[in-house]
């Protein structure tokens, strides 16, 4: 599943996502809604996750979010 979208997420709700168990693999860069002037890079494998702060944007970019996992839990997500 793949996503991305220009306005601010909430943190919490990409979180909860990620920790779905059907979740095997996440990356992306995320324009979260506490802090939206910052670039956010996430990278996550099984239980590992790591959520960093690279620095402002340059210019207006979308959050995009790929996320890899198991049918059951991914087919339920839209798309884009």
């Known amino acids: 599943v793949c996503s991305s ?3 601010p997420v909430e943190r919490a709700l990409v979180l909860d996502l990620l920790r779905q168990p059907g979740v095997l ?3 992306g860069i995320v324009r979260f809604a506490e802090a939206p002037e910052r ?5 996550q494998v099984g239980t590992y996750l790591d959520v960093g702060d690279d620095g402002p944007w340059s210019e207006p ?5 790929v996320l890899l996992g198991l049918r ?8 884009e």
């Open 5 to 7: 979208d220009l306005e």
């Open 25 to 27: 693999r996440g990356k």
């Open 61 to 65: 970019e979308d959050s995009r979010l």
């Open 72 to 79: 059951p839990v991914l087919g339920s997500l839209p798309r």
């Open 39 to 43: 670039r956010a890079i996430i990278h």
